[in-house]
């Protein structure tokens, strides 16, 4: 092994000048360097070629060019390749098989007719799938015998059920139409796999990618195991076509109480958050399961997402949710993540999706479906019961992907390498330590050279954040929408030139003090090995417990890159080992001190340029050498070429730089579009930028000594064209457009001829402006009234000239929403428990909210009022029609969810319910509800009537985008004032639904 860079230098890394010795004044022939028996002798003619000689030396010695050229290939590099590991036109090939061409046709067909229209629950495009789903199915179910179908609209699927979230329980009550084909297996001894998808969209997106794509493969699926040459599968697979997820996951919630879901024990979940690219593997429920996914041709995932949905960074939910948590089941989660700005859009059309999109869905999941059907897994053995001692199949999985290559391993396993690197490489530095400096002490070590690169470190990161905040942030608050990456490089740029200027800034500070036998590239790598060392040591730990919202599966990156840092250093540290012990060489005097920054090059231990310039002559310093010492000391330099850099080099930076940066893309390309979401994201997005920037710095920083006089050039006018960039260009364009939220309201209490346009978005977004140039706001002369709300978000709100039109018979808005308080509180016992009734006519309607509170509810009064609601199963009220006893203990109900004799659906909660939703099929069907509550007496001054009352807040939401027709044909859009905006909004403004509807009408009673 070569000796370390700077094993022979003088006191401050230069190397020695001509001097009366004819031993530095003799040049060799062919300007080769004298041999180890003499400095005067010409090399032999058997000795390698002199241009061999010269390119070794020029490309592995430590020189400024050698450097900067492999630092600039190592980048380029990693960027070109985490590039192809991520697009969807380098990973991908198109079906080669007639049997997947003819599935791959056919579903794309489906996804075309899927996505024609608009279809959230509450409108006519619902049913429309719905209708043309159960046409595709009937048309396959009859080619095999072992193939069926059953609709939940057959009645037994009605459901009911709470769910709390922190003091706020939500009962959800859900009329369910799912469609579910099971492909029978031929070993009914095998627990089923589910493959899920919802094929409802929200209000503003035709819902191509969510979930458009997850349904056409739940279809592919059942066409490929309907043809003929198709043998039966062993394991039996449930196809789930579930309807309303997008607003409370009811559809997969809705599943769990089908018949077919009790043999169900594995489940693939196919999903869109994004719209369009490559889909990835999101999260998986256990190792055990997730390692099946590295059989499948194109798999695509990491674990850092896991992390992120797990530890509630992504703020949205999936079918997964259900299926994990209420169903028990082991399963996958498998996404479009990008990009985001078109998701729940009407960007989410059949125009900005490819094929070759749907292909990589439908091939993993038809890949991940035959490898879990086709016979028995291990995880089998845990359904029959068996007991797996050593078993990790349960534990949390670590995972990741590269270039269609898969890689997981459970947590524990990985908690095992983790704590063995620990151990391991304390043990195998220190005692190299010792002997270095405790036995040979030939490497001298001052506080200067120590502290140095933390303190360049911490310095430039202060700076940068700086930066950051007073210029990125306040010239261009959204650019990260934009082009996240671009502040990425910028800041790496500044970060880089930051930690070259101080580091050498020091050196220059000090070079009259420095130290012969000092190392500082090596000093660096310790010093970033420690560094990876803690951090590994705290994710380690996390590790031991980890649990959802305090999940670590995602830092596995640390462990390589702690291994291939501590390495690097071994091999450092061997070198001094093995080095002769120090002689004794005197200081450098003033005199002798260069700037750091100047013609010549800067010497940090190259060791073939150094033995160059004193065989030539060509130095300007000397060494403080006694004559008969310098042929020694030319030995030594000539004996060694010290090219363990280039080792150190190719182990740390290019493997390090590739793991950093492609992590660091997922991440940023997964949530940069949340910018547009709050403040909260905002700030978190710009600590994120910065970080990756930093992390993407820290490979590179014990070779920034020797970088390039012209790459630091570069760097300063890469970071001056950088600002320069941030300054002019634009947030928003047509590809990365402004994203707002709408909704028409009408509030019945206040006037039931009018409707308000509320637009809610960012703070400092031109989202005024877009509303200003808008016709009906132009031509009412009255600006949209911006109000701000909590976390940066603002609502813009203006009087509407265009009413929504679902009602052709309405005269008014009360048609739309109207309630009969049926019977109000019966008891007569003021400490008992109160009971009303009423009945809520809704047109044209699928959806209503109801929120509960006391009458004169004081602040010291937190606890939910209602403890009971009932839903009749008849329509309209009769003489024959009950509630409940007011004294609910005498009543025998049950807590949770029941049923009465009649078919009526209970929920009670003694807790207390604060919110009640309604979803039903029947578009015209009144919703006959019933409560239970307790009396408020949290205060004295209340009278005994108010104390008594309940305030229902009602509010019901429509979605149909449909035209209707007049009597006269006359064709209308029954949303013209979304029409309107979708209409006559610039390019770069995207509009999404801002809840479950795009019109709501709301009404309070008092019962």
Same mark, same amino acid.
């Given at each position: 092994?070569?000796?370390?860079?700077?094993?022979?230098?003088?006191?401050?890394?230069?190397?020695?000048?001509?001097?009366?010795?004819?031993?530095?004044?003799?040049?060799?022939?062919?300007?080769?360097?004298?041999?180890?028996?003499?400095?005067?002798?010409?090399?032999?003619?058997?000795?390698?070629?002199?241009?061999?000689?010269?390119?070794?030396?020029?490309?592995?010695?430590?020189?400024?060019?050698?450097?900067?050229?492999?630092?600039?290939?190592?980048?380029?590099?990693?960027?070109?390749?985490?590039?192809?590991?991520?697009?969807?036109?380098?990973?991908?090939?198109?079906?080669?098989?007639?049997?997947?061409?003819?599935?791959?046709?056919?579903?794309?067909?489906?996804?075309?007719?899927?996505?024609?229209?608009?279809?959230?629950?509450?409108?006519?495009?619902?049913?429309?799938?719905?209708?043309?789903?159960?046409?595709?199915?009937?048309?396959?179910?009859?080619?095999?015998?072992?193939?069926?179908?059953?609709?939940?609209?057959?009645?037994?699927?009605?459901?009911?059920?709470?769910?709390?979230?922190?003091?706020?329980?939500?009962?959800?009550?859900?009329?369910?139409?799912?469609?579910?084909?099971?492909?029978?297996?031929?070993?009914?001894?095998?627990?089923?796999?589910?493959?899920?998808?919802?094929?409802?969209?929200?209000?503003?997106?035709?819902?191509?990618?969510?979930?458009?794509?997850?349904?056409?493969?739940?279809?592919?699926?059942?066409?490929?195991?309907?043809?003929?040459?198709?043998?039966?599968?062993?394991?039996?697979?449930?196809?789930?076509?579930?309807?309303?997820?997008?607003?409370?996951?009811?559809?997969?919630?809705?599943?769990?109480?089908?018949?077919?879901?009790?043999?169900?024990?594995?489940?693939?979940?196919?999903?869109?958050?994004?719209?369009?690219?490559?889909?990835?593997?999101?999260?998986?429920?256990?190792?055990?399961?997730?390692?099946?996914?590295?059989?499948?041709?194109?798999?695509?995932?990491?674990?850092?997402?896991?992390?992120?949905?797990?530890?509630?960074?992504?703020?949205?939910?999936?079918?997964?949710?259900?299926?994990?948590?209420?169903?028990?089941?082991?399963?996958?989660?498998?996404?479009?993540?990008?990009?985001?700005?078109?998701?729940?859009?009407?960007?989410?059309?059949?125009?900005?999706?490819?094929?070759?999109?749907?292909?990589?869905?439908?091939?993993?999941?038809?890949?991940?479906?035959?490898?879990?059907?086709?016979?028995?897994?291990?995880?089998?053995?845990?359904?029959?019961?068996?007991?797996?001692?050593?078993?990790?199949?349960?534990?949390?999985?670590?995972?990741?992907?590269?270039?269609?290559?898969?890689?997981?391993?459970?947590?524990?396993?990985?908690?095992?390498?983790?704590?063995?690197?620990?151990?391991?490489?304390?043990?195998?530095?220190?005692?190299?330590?010792?002997?270095?400096?405790?036995?040979?002490?030939?490497?001298?070590?001052?506080?200067?050279?120590?502290?140095?690169?933390?303190?360049?470190?911490?310095?430039?990161?202060?700076?940068?954040?700086?930066?950051?905040?007073?210029?990125?942030?306040?010239?261009?608050?959204?650019?990260?929408?934009?082009?996240?990456?671009?502040?990425?490089?910028?800041?790496?740029?500044?970060?880089?030139?930051?930690?070259?200027?101080?580091?050498?800034?020091?050196?220059?500070?000090?070079?009259?003090?420095?130290?012969?036998?000092?190392?500082?590239?090596?000093?660096?790598?310790?010093?970033?090995?420690?560094?990876?060392?803690?951090?590994?040591?705290?994710?380690?730990?996390?590790?031991?417990?980890?649990?959802?919202?305090?999940?670590?599966?995602?830092?596995?990156?640390?462990?390589?890159?702690?291994?291939?840092?501590?390495?690097?250093?071994?091999?450092?540290?061997?070198?001094?080992?093995?080095?002769?012990?120090?002689?004794?060489?005197?200081?450098?005097?003033?005199?002798?001190?260069?700037?750091?920054?100047?013609?010549?090059?800067?010497?940090?231990?190259?060791?073939?340029?150094?033995?160059?310039?004193?065989?030539?002559?060509?130095?300007?310093?000397?060494?403080?050498?006694?004559?008969?010492?310098?042929?020694? +000391? *030319?030995?030594?330099?000539?004996? &060694?070429? /010290?090219?363990?850099? !280039?080792?150190?080099?190719?182990?740390?930076? @290019? $493997? #390090?730089?590739?793991?950093?940066?492609?992590?660091?893309?997922?991440?940023?390309?997964?949530?940069?579009?949340?910018?547009?979401?709050?403040?909260?994201?905002?700030?978190?997005?710009?600590?994120?930028?910065?970080?990756?920037?930093?992390?993407?710095?820290?490979?590179?920083?014990?070779?920034?000594?020797?970088?390039?006089?012209?790459?630091?050039?570069?760097?300063?006018?890469?970071?001056?064209?950088?600002?320069?960039?941030?300054?002019?260009?634009?947030?928003?364009?047509?590809?990365?457009?402004?994203?707002?939220?709408?909704?028409? +309201? *009408?509030?019945?209490?206040?006037? &039931?001829? /009018?409707?308000?346009? !509320?637009?809610?978005?960012?703070?400092?977004? @031109? $989202? #005024?402006?877009?509303?200003?140039?808008?016709?009906?706001?132009?031509?009412?002369?009255?600006?949209?009234?911006?109000?701000?709300?909590?976390?940066?978000?603002?609502?813009?709100?203006?009087?509407?000239?265009?009413?929504?039109?679902?009602?052709?018979?309405?005269?008014?808005?009360?048609?739309?929403?109207?309630?009969?308080?049926?019977?109000?509180?019966?008891?007569?016992?003021?400490?008992?428990?109160?009971?009303?009734?009423?009945?809520?006519?809704?047109?044209?309607?699928?959806?209503?909210?109801?929120?509960?509170?006391?009458?004169?509810?004081?602040?010291?009064?937190?606890?939910?009022?209602?403890?009971?609601?009932?839903?009749?199963?008849?329509?309209?009220?009769?003489?024959?029609?009950?509630?409940?006893?007011?004294?609910?203990?005498?009543?025998?109900?049950?807590?949770?969810?029941?049923?009465?004799?009649?078919?009526?659906?209970?929920?009670?909660?003694?807790?207390?319910?604060?919110?009640?939703?309604?979803?039903?099929?029947?578009?015209?069907?009144?919703?006959?509800?019933?409560?239970?509550?307790?009396?408020?007496?949290?205060?004295?001054?209340?009278?005994?009537?108010?104390?008594?009352?309940?305030?229902?807040?009602?509010?019901?939401?429509?979605?149909?985008?449909?035209?209707?027709?007049?009597?006269?044909?006359?064709?209308?859009?029954?949303?013209?004032?979304?029409?309107?905006?979708?209409?006559?909004?610039?390019?770069?403004?995207?509009?999404?639904?801002?809840?479950?509807?795009?019109?709501?009408?709301?009404?309070?009673?008092?019962?």
């Amino acid at each position: 092994m070569s000796e370390p860079e700077s094993s022979a230098l003088p006191q401050n890394g230069s190397v020695p000048a001509a001097t009366s010795s004819p031993a530095l004044n003799k040049q060799t022939p062919h300007g080769d360097h004298p041999s180890e028996s003499t400095a005067e002798t010409p090399k032999k003619s058997n000795s390698l070629p002199n241009i061999l000689l010269i390119f070794i030396r020029a490309t592995f010695g430590y020189r400024k060019t050698s450097l900067s050229l492999l630092v600039f290939l190592t980048y380029l590099v990693v960027v070109v390749l985490s590039y192809i590991d991520n697009s969807l036109d380098y990973t991908t090939l198109l079906p080669t098989t007639p049997t997947e061409r003819s599935v791959l046709r056919k579903s794309w067909l489906d996804l075309q007719n899927i996505g024609k229209q608009e279809h959230t629950y509450g409108s006519s495009g619902n049913d429309f799938v719905h209708h043309y789903l159960e046409q595709q199915i009937l048309g396959e179910v009859t080619k095999k015998k072992y193939i069926e179908y059953d609709n939940d609209l057959n009645g037994n699927n009605t459901i009911l059920y709470g769910a709390r979230s922190g003091d706020f329980n939500s009962v959800s009550y859900y009329e369910s139409n799912n469609l579910v084909v099971r492909i029978n297996g031929s070993n009914s001894e095998l627990p089923a796999l589910l493959v899920s998808s919802h094929f409802d969209s929200v209000p503003s997106s035709f819902g191509v990618t969510d979930d458009g794509m997850g349904v056409a493969t739940l279809l592919g699926i059942l066409y490929y195991y309907a043809i003929k040459t198709t043998a039966q599968p062993e394991r039996t697979i449930v196809l789930n076509f579930n309807n309303n997820e997008e607003f409370g996951l009811y559809g997969a919630t809705a599943f769990l109480s089908h018949p077919w879901s009790k043999n169900v024990r594995y489940f693939l979940n196919l999903e869109g958050t994004g719209a369009g690219g490559r889909p990835i593997l999101f999260r998986g429920t256990d190792y055990g399961i997730v390692k099946h996914f590295a059989g499948v041709r194109y798999p695509y995932g990491t674990s850092i997402f896991q992390e992120g949905f797990n530890n509630h960074l992504i703020h949205s939910e999936t079918d997964y949710k259900v299926y994990k948590e209420s169903g028990g089941l082991r399963g996958l989660d498998l996404a479009f993540y990008k990009p985001r700005d078109l998701y729940h859009t009407a960007g989410d059309n059949i125009k900005n999706v490819s094929p070759k999109s749907l292909y990589l869905m439908l091939a993993t999941s038809l890949d991940f479906t035959n490898i879990i059907t086709k016979g028995p897994i291990d995880l089998d053995n845990e359904y029959l019961g068996e007991d797996l001692q050593g078993n990790t199949s349960t534990d949390f999985a670590i995972y990741a992907s590269f270039l269609n290559y898969f890689f997981s391993i459970p947590v524990t396993d990985f908690f095992v390498f983790s704590i063995g690197l620990l151990v391991i490489v304390p043990l195998a530095s220190l005692p190299l330590l010792l002997v270095i400096f405790g036995y040979k002490k030939n490497w001298q070590l001052s506080f200067v050279n120590v502290i140095k690169l933390p303190l360049s470190v911490v310095s430039s990161a202060i700076v940068l954040h700086i930066l950051t905040e007073t210029i990125v942030v306040n010239l261009n608050e959204f650019l990260p929408n934009n082009s996240p990456l671009s502040i990425v490089f910028i800041l790496f740029a500044v970060f880089l030139f930051l930690n070259y200027f101080i580091l050498n800034g020091i050196n220059l500070l000090f070079l009259r003090y420095k130290i012969v036998n000092h190392d500082e590239k090596l000093i660096a790598i310790i010093e970033t090995s420690f560094l990876y060392w803690v951090i590994l040591l705290w994710s380690t730990i996390k590790l031991a417990n980890n649990k959802i919202g305090d999940d670590h599966t995602g830092e596995y990156p640390f462990i390589l890159l702690s291994a291939l840092q501590a390495f690097a250093a071994l091999v450092g540290l061997i070198g001094w080992g093995v080095k002769p012990p120090r002689r004794r060489v005197k200081k450098i005097t003033s005199h002798e001190a260069q700037p750091l920054l100047n013609n010549r090059e800067q010497h940090y231990g190259s060791h073939d340029l150094e033995v160059e310039r004193v065989v030539s002559g060509s130095s300007s310093l000397s060494l403080n050498l006694e004559p008969e010492e310098v042929d020694v +000391k *030319v030995k030594e330099y000539i004996k &060694t070429f /010290s090219y363990d850099w !280039s080792l150190q080099f190719l182990t740390i930076v @290019p $493997l #390090s730089t590739y793991l950093i940066y492609n992590s660091g893309y997922l991440i940023v390309d997964g949530i940069n579009k949340s910018i547009q979401e709050s403040l909260i994201a905002e700030k978190f997005i710009f600590k994120l930028l910065q970080l990756f920037a930093i992390a993407l710095t820290i490979p590179l920083l014990p070779f920034v000594y020797k970088l390039n006089r012209l790459v630091v050039y570069g760097l300063v006018g890469f970071s001056a064209v950088g600002f320069l960039f941030i300054a002019s260009v634009e947030p928003f364009d047509q590809k990365n457009p402004l994203k707002v939220r709408f909704i028409q +309201k *009408v509030d019945l209490d206040n006037s &039931t001829t /009018s409707s308000y346009v !509320s637009v809610l978005g960012r703070v400092g977004s @031109p $989202l #005024s402006h877009v509303l200003a140039d808008i016709p009906s706001v132009k031509e009412s002369g009255k600006l949209p009234v911006c109000e701000p709300l909590t976390d940066g978000n603002q609502a813009c709100t203006y009087k509407s000239a265009l009413p929504p039109y679902f009602v052709p018979e309405a005269t008014s808005f009360s048609d739309y929403l109207h309630v009969d308080v049926l019977k109000n509180s019966s008891s007569s016992n003021p400490f008992g428990l109160l009971t009303g009734e009423i009945q809520i006519k809704t047109p044209k309607n699928r959806q209503c909210t109801l929120n509960f509170k006391s009458s004169q509810s004081s602040k010291r009064h937190k606890e939910a009022p209602v403890k009971t609601v009932i839903i009749f199963n008849k329509s309209k009220p009769n003489n024959d029609t009950k509630v409940f006893s007011s004294d609910i203990s005498a009543s025998g109900i049950p807590e949770g969810f029941s049923r009465d004799k009649d078919g009526s659906f209970i929920f009670k909660d003694l807790s207390g319910i604060d919110q009640l939703q309604l979803n039903k099929l029947d578009w015209d069907k009144p919703y006959h509800l019933a409560f239970q509550w307790v009396p408020n007496f949290a205060d004295s001054e209340f009278e005994e009537s108010d104390s008594k009352k309940l305030d229902v807040s009602i509010q019901c939401f429509w979605s149909d985008l449909t035209h209707l027709s007049d009597e006269d044909g006359t064709v209308r859009s029954s949303i013209p004032a979304y029409e309107e905006l979708l209409h006559f909004s610039p390019n770069y403004v995207s509009i999404a639904n801002w809840d479950k509807g795009l019109v709501s009408v709301s009404k309070a009673v008092q019962i």
